[in-house]
């Protein structure tokens, strides 16, 4: 079965700088997707960015970005110039990549989640 | 402007008693998810459909019921066999393929 851990359950990064959130997963699989979906207060969740695993080239969505090393089975969420309304839980997911009817291979699998503070 | 809209926000359930959590999509999306979240974990998947008049079991379903009468609705029931009902529910909803899922803004269940 496929798992997602996040070792970060909390992390702070100061408003403007850099941060760094990781996520591991463990798969026997080739084909398969990743995301990064944010929770602010509110409690929506709002996808951030999805990588495809066939892709060697690593996402980018604004300030966001991913490193996706897919030999080590990592993807890691790296957010520039932090904003306030940054602030939030961070899950990252895993999804397998074929459909089929009747299969849970549309099914998301999710980490526990990290929680950003960003300083002013 | 096209979405999934989840109701009520909160609900409060009395021992003994089922509850029905309602979600309604206008995305026209085939698949639909219900999740189940609590306090440090991540999602967990309680039931998923992915055409009309079916659905399957995901992780932790028991004590939970479902139909899809509609492809636009999948509401979802918390029985009295669900004896730790009380969590953050969220309804989501995607396209065929490898598309991400859409969410709704959640109901919170709490007990009487």
């Known amino acids: 079965a496929q798992t997602v851990t996040q070792s970060q359950p909390e992390m702070s990064v100061q408003e403007a700088e850099t941060v760094t959130l990781s996520c591991t997963y463990d798969t026997s699989e080739s084909d398969y997707y990743l995301f990064w979906y944010k929770q602010p207060p509110s409690r929506q969740m709002i996808l951030v960015i999805r990588?495809?695993?066939?892709?060697?080239q690593n996402a980018t969505e604004n300030r966001f970005s991913v490193n996706f090393q897919k030999a080590a089975k990592s993807f890691s969420l790296k957010i520039s110039d932090s904003q306030l309304g940054d602030a939030a839980m961070y899950f990252c997911?895993?999804?397998?990549?074929?459909?089929?009817?009747?299969?849970?291979?549309?099914?998301?699998?999710f980490g526990k989640g990290t929680k950003l503070s960003v300083k002013p | 402007d096209g979405g999934i809209t989840q109701s009520p926000k909160y609900l409060f359930r009395k021992e003994g008693q089922n509850v029905t959590l309602s979600c309604e999509q206008n995305?026209?999306?085939?698949?639909m998810y219900w999740y189940r979240q609590d306090p440090g974990q991540g999602l967990r998947l309680i039931y998923y459909s992915q055409i009309v008049n079916d659905f399957q079991k995901g992780d932790i379903a028991e004590g939970y019921s479902v139909s899809r009468e509609k492809k636009e609705s999948f509401p979802l029931t918390v029985t009295s066999a669900q004896k730790n009902p009380t969590a953050f529910y969220l309804c989501?909803?995607?396209?065929?393929?490898?598309?991400?899922?859409?969410f709704g803004d959640g109901t919170r269940l709490s007990i009487l």
């Open positions: 997911a895993y999804r397998r990549g074929s459909w089929n009817y009747g299969g849970s291979q549309g099914n998301l699998i």
């Open positions: 989501a909803s995607s396209k065929q393929g490898p598309q991400p899922q859409h």
């Open positions: 990588q495809e695993a066939y892709k060697q």
């Open positions: 995305l026209n999306h085939d698949a």
